[in-house]
């Protein structure tokens, strides 16, 4: 038998899991499971601020799109265009799609696992970006980023107060990108 390789699928955004879910149901009916390996859909863990606490929720990095590992042949092909759903393969032709490289693969799921051990926060600072204070004393105040702290979910920032610069903490739901 040949060899499973990686493939990705354009789906409708949102429906990921649905896509998934359908495809495995597909899978076992029509005994293929022969044919096809691993589908991933690429989710982060991410960590969200509300009502002040820190959650963690899964968030897709790439929205309407799926990982399939399989083997194309008329039987996989068909299914896979005649599941709801999915616009169809990326890359190639549209009878013959072009496999993920390996490289590319072992990235994503680097970038899955490495996001299970350490969350990502939702929103990435960079020390020097300008940002505009919602909420506390300073609110409607904008600064620039002097620091950032991911572990304290914190940032300091420079804001011009009577004229003189003032480095003061906030935390990441105190503050707002512009």
């Not at 499971?33 to 790439?62: H, Q, T």
């Not at 799921?109 to 940002?131: A, C, F, M, N, T």
């Not at 204070?133 to 011009?160: C, H, M, Q, W």
Request: include cysteine; aromatic fraction near 8%.
């Amino acid at each position: 038998m040949e060899e499973k390789k990686w493939y990705i699928l354009q789906v409708y955004s949102g429906s990921e899991d649905r896509v998934v879910a359908s495809l495995k149901n597909n899978i076992e009916q029509n005994d293929l499971g022969d044919y096809f390996g691993s589908i991933i859909v690429p989710k982060e863990e991410v960590v969200e601020i509300r009502n002040g606490k820190r959650v963690r929720v899964n968030r897709c990095f790439f929205p309407g799109y799926v990982l399939v590992e399989m083997i194309v042949n008329q039987k996989t092909w068909h299914m896979i265009k005649q599941s709801p759903n999915i616009f169809g393969f990326v890359g190639g032709g549209d009878d013959q799609p072009v496999p993920l490289p390996q490289h590319e693969v072992e990235k994503i799921r680097k970038r899955i696992d490495d996001s299970h051990q350490s969350p990502v926060p939702k929103v990435l600072y960079e020390v020097g970006e300008v940002i505009r204070v919602v909420d506390g004393p300073f609110a409607d105040f904008d600064g620039t980023i002097e620091d950032i702290n991911y572990a304290k979910n914190s940032l300091r920032v420079g804001v011009v107060i009577l004229g003189r610069l003032t480095p003061i903490e906030l935390t990441f739901n105190q503050v707002l990108k512009i």
